[in-house]
């Protein structure tokens, strides 16, 4: 089985909050539909942004995503690493295009950097609480992500790249420090509800890790709430294990 099909295939079945994120508001992810973005993402991907689409083209394609840490930047990641993308992850400003230079595909939910990008395909992906599309209208060459990705099956219709990773070498990814918080929640013995007090958003292979091994995750950014407060919510969201 391909991994983005494992992934899918254990994400679907965890009928529970997966990931809750805790910033500017709160985001609450469950498996089913963490499943069903990736699969509109990896949809997106082989069809529609693929420069491989009619052949000829023997490069790996590559995607800048430049959006916030949250569930939007992770399930871009998740679905382009496990199709077997090169991905990068940046925030571009105005001062600094050029980088963009030789990505196929360009996401972010800043028009100006959208705008000087010279990437293949522009995508402006709104990141707004509960938003189904971009708000506003949007310059010519510059497509809605949030339109693209609901055009698309829930269902993954594709397969992925030879380049793509096994699972098992996706979530080897994980640094030592994050390794450090897996090992602390296997410790357990059971999967869990884990709390991550944090300035730091977990990568996309942790989160990865954790999810199929049964685990959910609870992240409050420290940017946004104090530990007396963080303690709270963790309490409130009945997390086992907290982790700092």
């Known amino acids: 089985m391909q991994a983005?099909?494992?992934?899918?295939?254990?994400?679907?079945?965890?009928?529970?909050p997966i990931l809750t994120h805790y910033h500017s508001f709160r985001d609450e992810i469950s498996g089913p539909v963490a499943a069903r973005w990736v699969a509109k993402m990896a949809n997106l991907l082989a069809s529609d942004l693929?420069?491989?689409?009619?052949?000829?083209?023997e490069n790996t394609p590559r995607i800048l995503i430049s959006l916030p840490v949250g569930w939007q930047s992770t399930f871009w990641q998740v679905s382009t690493n496990l199709m077997g993308w090169e991905t990068q992850t940046?925030?571009?400003?105005?001062?600094?295009?050029?980088?963009?230079?030789s990505f196929?595909?360009?996401?972010?939910?800043?028009?100006?950097?959208?705008?000087?990008?010279?990437?293949?395909w522009r995508l402006a992906h709104s990141t707004a609480p509960l938003a189904m599309r971009w708000g506003g209208s949007l310059p010519a060459g510059i497509l809605d992500a949030l339109a693209e990705l609901m055009a698309q099956s829930d269902q993954f219709e594709y397969e992925a790249l030879e380049s793509a990773p096994t699972l098992?070498?996706?979530i080897a990814q994980v640094d030592a420090e994050e390794d450090a918080l897996f090992t602390a929640a296997s410790e357990l013995g059971t999967p869990t509800r884990l709390g991550l007090y944090?300035?730091?958003?977990?990568?996309?292979?942790?989160?990865?890790?954790?999810?199929?091994?049964g685990h959910s995750?609870?992240?409050?950014?420290?940017?946004h709430y104090g530990a007396q407060k963080a303690q709270e919510i963790?309490?409130?969201?009945?997390?086992?294990?907290?982790l700092d």
């Open 168 to 170: 098992d070498g996706y």
């Open 50 to 57: 693929s420069p491989n689409l009619f052949g000829g083209d």
């Open 217 to 223: 995750v609870v992240v409050v950014d420290k940017s």
């Open 90 to 101: 940046a925030i571009i400003s105005q001062d600094s295009p050029s980088i963009t230079f």
């Open 4 to 16: 983005i099909s494992h992934f899918l295939s254990v994400a679907q079945n965890a009928n529970r």
């Open 104 to 120: 196929d595909v360009h996401v972010s939910d800043d028009l100006v950097p959208l705008e000087a990008s010279t990437a293949a």
């Open 234 to 242: 963790f309490a409130s969201e009945k997390v086992r294990l907290i």
């Open 198 to 213: 944090t300035e730091n958003f977990p990568s996309a292979p942790l989160l990865v890790r954790l999810w199929m091994d």
